[in-house]
């Protein structure tokens, strides 16, 4: 794609996504002009301190005029306001795009807003850190992460060609996934084992045996793991539930039986069956290792891949 990929980008949404795919836009030129739109007047006139783009409003509005790719990098359960707010302005053959971890919500919400004359193509970078808000992104996020994109069968192939190569030029791999099928992935690899953390970390908060200064002294790594993600935005993760709970529902139906299949393994000493569960595992931690989404190292290689 080489530099200047759009003349004009807005980004709609500057938390760490969105504030990190400013970043990326400014290191590599793939822009002339970025247009970065949020509600808050604090966030915004921090964006602007960060340098983070050329023009800041809060009219999503008034953003994406012009704009020839407009980024939504809201919490999912305000796509659809943003979608209402933005349709009668945007211009003639842009595209439009989200960043939600929920995608058949967001379809749903955006697309009837959606004009015929623009293209609207929901897409997901898998790629985060515990930490939200402008401050929280930085260039190199997406290097080497998965991006998902859904487009619907009539989705014009240039315009789904443009916004692969501009994903790529971030440094992201590219594939494509239906909606539905994406919604019940993300439950099992993503939003599960946030609501695990957050389950985990809220019966450690409450238990009345062991103090709050125990529980954080004595961390090891596993329960400090928990922690991280855990610390991440409420409300984004409040409005994934809310916006993908067939999913999430059925996984956490098939996580509670096979913890129940734990506790009796437990319970009865059958440490076979404990062995085994503990040998298969192991082999997913591999797999990913080899698949280059992480680093065989200590801390999960997390010191080596975040640079914060």
Not at 32 to 58: F, M, N, W
Request: aromatic share 6%; with cysteine.
């Amino acid at each position: 794609m080489g530099s200047m990929a759009f003349e004009r980008v807005t980004l709609i949404g500057i938390g760490l996504i969105g504030s990190s795919i400013a970043r990326d836009i400014k290191a590599k030129g793939l822009a002339g002009h970025v247009t970065i739109c949020t509600r808050s007047p604090e966030t915004l006139k921090r964006a602007e301190e960060l340098d983070l783009g050329d023009a800041y409003v809060q009219s999503a509005a008034e953003a994406v005029n012009g704009a020839d790719l407009v980024i939504v990098s809201v919490p999912v359960g305000a796509s659809g306001s943003v979608a209402a707010e933005i349709a009668p302005h945007l211009k003639p053959g842009s595209i439009v795009t989200d960043v939600g971890s929920t995608k058949a919500s967001v379809i749903a919400q955006m697309k009837p807003h959606m004009p015929d004359t623009v293209h609207f193509i929901p897409g997901h970078p898998i790629a985060g850190t515990e930490k939200s808000g402008p401050d929280a992104g930085f260039v190199g996020l997406f290097k080497g992460r998965w991006c998902i994109l859904t487009p619907f069968e009539d989705t014009n192939r240039q315009a789904l060609a443009t916004l692969k190569a501009f994903w790529e030029e971030l440094g992201s791999m590219v594939d494509e996934m239906e909606p539905l099928h994406h919604d019940k992935v993300l439950a099992i690899v993503s939003h599960l084992p946030h609501l695990i953390a957050y389950n985990i970390v809220g019966t450690a908060y409450d238990l009345e045996t062991v103090t709050a200064s125990e529980v954080i002294k004595y961390s090891a790594s596993g329960f400090r793991d928990f922690t991280r993600l855990a610390a991440s935005d409420p409300t984004m993760w409040r409005d994934v539930c809310l916006h993908n709970k067939d999913a999430i529902l059925e996984m956490l139906a098939r996580f509670s039986e096979d913890l129940a299949y734990l506790q009796r393994a437990i319970r009865w000493g059958e440490g076979d069956k404990l062995f085994d569960l503990f040998t298969r595992t192991r082999a997913i931690r591999r797999s990913i290792v080899e698949a280059g989404q992480d680093v065989d190292a200590p801390d999960f290689g997390r010191h080596a891949l975040d640079p914060k």
